[in-house]
Structures are given as C-alpha cells and as structure tokens.
C-alpha cells in the first residue's frame, strides 16, 4: 500500500484558486473537476498532474500583472494574481 501524505494548506490554497479562475475564465457550461481522473475514452482516464517521466516543455516565470489562456479556451484570460494568495 501507497502511503500518500495528506496536502498541506498552501497546496489545497493554490487549487482551489486554480480551480475558481479557471471556472470563471471558461464561463458557463464548463466544469472544473479538481484533483479527480478524467475519462477520455474506454482505455483511457489519466489522473491530470505531472507524473514520473512526464515534464514540462519550457518554465516561464510570470508576474503577478501577467494574464495567461488555457489551450482549451485561447479567448478566456486568467490574471495570474487570481492564482496567487
């Protein structure tokens, strides 16, 4: 058995604002599910995080004026201040 350790506050702080301005950035009729596998055919329902083996293409650091889009939604825009406690 796989011991995980409960999230910490800060952790549970960043998704939960992740999750609000990425609900209001898409509008209605979109759903955010947050820390939950999602099914994208019969053979396929990845859990949405960075696993082993799985990396990032390029690191930005952006500031808090910054406003970024999800690759879904290129219209939406997101302040990153709302990502931010």
């Known amino acids: 058995m796989k011991y995980v350790e ?4 800060p952790h ?3 998704v939960l604002l ?3 301005a990425l609900a209001h950035a898409f509008g209605a009729g979109w ?3 947050v820390h939950s596998p999602i099914i994208l055919g019969r053979r396929s329902e990845p859990e949405p995080d960075v696993r082993r083996r799985w990396g990032y293409a390029s690191v930005v ?3 808090a004026d910054a406003v970024i889009a999800p ?3 290129p219209s939406a825009s997101i302040p ?3 990502l931010l406690p």
Do not use: I, N
């Open 6 to 9: 409960p999230p910490a506050s």
């Open 12 to 14: 549970c702080t960043a």
């Open 18 to 20: 992740a999750a609000r």
């Open 31 to 33: 759903f955010v599910q």
């Open 61 to 63: 650091t952006l500031g």
């Open 71 to 73: 690759l879904a939604a």
């Open 80 to 82: 990153v201040a709302d």
